[in-house]
């Protein structure tokens, strides 16, 4: 019940696309909702986050959509570039925060 | 403002033996984290201090344990390493107490068991 489900594990797209990332969760409990982006040899960078009670959020290029009856949210990247290239984490939290396994993106030229 | 920092940036040890890494919170920030991120995995959740009390444990043996300092700083040791131990080491630090969600991420320790 405190996981946090994510995919998909890897995803391509070309300059401009528009990747989509997709995370499940159980606990009802969990009352907040943050996408981390990794670099190679750093830590996770907070992108963009959001509660249960807002159904989307943007914030420039990165919009996260949130289903709280399917208890689904998911990230999209708009016009994505090949700096985007990175590993993104899903996150939940309640009393403490639980990630999804990543999902490795990379954007090509 | 200076960011979350980390030492050192990697580290390497034998099976048995004990490791201390080190984390300096953000400017003002009070409540630390540490997370241990396994290679192709998320970050899994050790042990968060506020105050300079452990204030939430995640699935991890006593032989994980912490301290934090008076100036927010935090240590993270481990003893008798095993070799499944060895992973990127995260420190993250937050403002506010433990309600406060938005955290923020050192670039971590990467330790080696051998």
């Known amino acids: 019940q405190q996981q946090v489900k994510q995919s998909p594990q890897s995803l391509i797209v070309q300059k401009g696309g528009i990747p989509i990332i997709n995370c499940a969760y159980e606990?009802?409990?969990?009352?907040?909702f943050p996408w981390y982006q990794q670099f190679p040899g750093k830590g996770p960078a907070l992108l963009i986050a959001i509660r249960p009670d807002v159904s989307e959020k943007k914030e420039g290029r990165f919009t996260i959509s949130f289903n709280k009856s399917a208890k689904q949210f998911s990230l999209h990247i708009m016009d994505s570039q090949p700096g985007d290239s990175a590993t993104y984490f899903c996150a939940a939290k309640g009393d403490k925060l639980i990630f999804g396994t990543g999902t490795r993106l990379q954007v090509f030229p | 403002e200076t960011g979350v920092t980390q030492s050192p940036t990697h580290l390497i040890k034998t099976r048995g033996q004990q490791v201390t890494l080190r984390c300096s919170s953000q400017?003002?920030?009070?409540?630390v984290s540490w997370y241990q991120q396994a290679l192709g995995q998320g970050p899994q959740f050790i042990f968060q201090?506020?105050?300079?009390?452990?204030?939430g444990r995640g699935n991890f043996p006593p032989r994980f344990s912490g301290l934090q300092f008076p100036n927010y700083s935090s240590e993270l040791n481990v003893n008798a390493l095993e070799l499944d131990d060895s992973a990127l080491y995260l420190c993250?630090?937050?403002?506010?107490?433990?309600?406060?969600?938005?955290?923020?991420f050192g670039p971590g320790t990467r330790l080696t068991v051998l």
């Open positions: 993250a630090s937050s403002l506010g107490g433990p309600i406060h969600n938005e955290q923020f």
């Open positions: 606990n009802t409990a969990f009352d907040y």
């Open positions: 201090y506020y105050r300079e009390e452990e204030n």
């Open positions: 400017s003002g920030h009070n409540t």
